[in-house]
């Protein structure tokens, strides 16, 4: 089958809570730990197909959020989650109660247990009404930005689109796409405010209603973050600011020097070389195809997946008219299947997707064995190890998709993510500050926003765009209205990606694959510190960990003469 052939069909929920309930009263009435694994197993295949539906449902509405049919069910699923949620807490919490909890700890990973107990600490029948309310603001967001159809070069273009023209060699074609694709947020500036400003409060009320301090405490909870807290996270952050920010400025200094611009504004950060950013030197035809040879040539493992992925169509990679932005991977349980969603746009960041989603798919291809689907992911910022270590394992292949300028590419691919690290801790800084002041004006916010910015990313020059100027950059980045919490994990993912690199690419170290792979397949059954540990990767929150890693970078970029690629 291919995933057009997938069945999609809404689920009844009345029926559904009836067969769940029927199971949760079995365990309940278990006359034996095996009895109770027995109905685990049955609660687990019938959570697996609920996850189905919901992840089909989603995948297909994102790929065209112009399909009446999968918006209404979009709407359903806004307003019906919560209460499968709510029939997932009732079993969450039988088998915390069961009195044969010690045997079963000895029989599952400890992180299913502790996925349950977060569950538990985070939802109460009594915010259904607002959860409800939050999916939907999300989901408003999400389709206000794909309705983008911004006029540019005599086209018609969405977001995602713009990408070359932010990227041209011609200054005035990348100033001008810069205010073009900025129009739309200007003109719908009321209603983000507006759709984040609901948000806010929706949340705040819900932490409150669930007895927490702020959402800041609850946003933890429900990213189940079993093994860190906001102190180590303002600890890493120090280190952030102390060893990534000055090398970033030293980078853009680079930058400037190489574009020969001295007065560098906000609408050249994007282009890194004089004579253009490396491009994938063909059609996306030609990335599928070349992608499909690299990870045959990467492992046995990974040239299995790769068939699979690409024989079923699990794919969808080109921007288009209606289409939701961004990117992602998920996972189909019933069909035993990722799924990737991409808008390539004829940048390098289409082999970027290639690789960082393909990392997510490939982890959750080698997690399949796992039967219980909560841990069949691991939490975001393990998630993100995977991804981003793809990135750099996949280096030796890059010339397959950028020729001549493989070696300008990757230059730039690991100056980026040093450049990246500033501003994913920027935003989870923000979002901080947003949930511990939630009576704050959308004018407060921005200046928020404003001043962060000028410590994480204190060479960007907003100087001709008042808009910019007065904190509206984060209008853009979805993770903050859909995700709350989420965007640090990139960064913490990234600081262990980057330690990978040192291992197979400076070192040549032949056992990271082989620790890649173990913590692919461990999937959800370890914590994130936990995979550290497997993975033999120093933990972000461990003082000086950033700063060895930084050195190492910054020795291997000076190293390259940037002016002659």
């Not at 990408?163 to 200007?186: C, I, M, N, T």
């Amino acid at each position: 089958m291919k995933f057009n052939d997938y069945t999609y069909e809404r689920p009844e929920y009345e029926l559904y809570k009836k067969d769940f309930l029927l199971l949760v009263d079995n365990l309940k009435s278990a006359d034996s730990v095996e009895e109770v694994k027995e109905s685990i197993d049955e609660i687990s295949n019938l959570t697996a197909s609920l996850e189905t539906m919901a992840t089909l449902a989603s995948i297909r509405y994102s790929i065209n959020t112009k399909d009446e049919f999968y918006e209404e069910e979009d709407k359903y699923w806004n307003e019906y989650f919560p209460y499968y949620q709510e029939l997932s807490t009732t079993y969450y919490k039988a088998v915390m109660d069961s009195p044969y909890i010690e045997e079963l700890k000895n029989a599952y990973p400890r992180t299913f247990f502790q996925n349950m107990q977060y569950e538990l600490d985070s939802f109460d029948s009594k915010v259904i009404d607002l959860m409800q309310k939050e999916n939907q603001l999300s989901s408003d967001y999400q389709k206000l930005l794909a309705s983008a159809e911004i006029e540019f070069d005599g086209k018609k273009l969405t977001l995602s689109q713009f990408g070359p023209y932010l990227e041209s060699k011609d200054r005035q074609v990348r100033k001008e796409a810069s205010e073009a694709h900025l129009s739309f947020f200007k003109e719908q500036e009321d209603e983000i405010d507006r759709l984040y400003d609901e948000l806010v409060k929706v949340r705040d009320t819900m932490a409150k209603k669930l007895g927490y301090k702020d959402f800041v405490e609850l946003g933890y909870v429900r990213m189940k973050r079993f093994d860190y807290n906001r102190d180590m996270v303002e600890v890493y952050r120090k280190q952030v600011l102390d060893y990534v920010v000055p090398l970033t400025k030293k980078l853009a200094d680079r930058q400037a020097k190489r574009i020969g611009i001295e007065d560098m504004k906000h609408y050249d950060t994007a282009l890194q070389f004089l004579d253009g950013n490396p491009t994938p030197q063909g059609d996306p035809d030609y990335i599928i195809e070349n992608g499909r040879k690299m990870y045959h040539e990467l492992s046995p493992e990974t040239a299995e997946f790769i068939d699979f992925l690409f024989d079923k169509e699990l794919v969808d990679l080109l921007s288009k008219e209606g289409k939701a932005g961004g990117g992602y991977c998920t996972y189909i349980p019933d069909y035993q299947s990722p799924f990737i969603f991409a808008n390539f746009n004829g940048t390098s960041g289409d082999i970027d997707v290639l690789t960082h989603e393909a990392g997510h798919a490939f982890q959750v291809y080698q997690s399949r064995w796992i039967k219980q689907p909560e841990i069949v992911f691991p939490t975001f910022e393990t998630c993100e190890i995977h991804s981003m270590s793809m990135e750099f394992f996949t280096y030796p292949w890059m010339e397959l998709f950028f020729k001549e300028q493989t070696e300008k590419y990757k230059f730039d691919h690991l100056s980026g993510t040093v450049r990246f690290l500033p501003y994913g801790v920027l935003v989870d800084h923000f979002q901080h500050e947003v949930y511990e002041n939630p009576e704050w004006t959308p004018e407060e916010r921005k200046a928020a926003w404003r001043k962060l910015e000028k410590q994480y990313i204190p060479h960007r020059d907003y100087s001709e765009s008042d808009f910019l100027d007065k904190g509206t950059f984060w209008f853009r980045q979805g993770h903050i209205f859909g995700s709350p919490f989420y965007y640090i994990d990139y960064t913490l993912a990234q600081v262990c990606a980057l330690q990978f690199w040192k291992r197979a690419i400076v070192d040549k170290d032949e056992t990271a694959w082989e620790d890649y792979m173990a913590i692919c397949k461990a999937g959800g059954t370890k914590s994130f510190l936990e995979t550290v540990e497997a993975a033999h990767l120093r933990s972000p929150f461990e003082e000086g960990s950033l700063e060895e890693v930084v050195k190492t970078i910054d020795e291997a970029l000076d190293a390259v003469d940037d002016s002659k690629l």
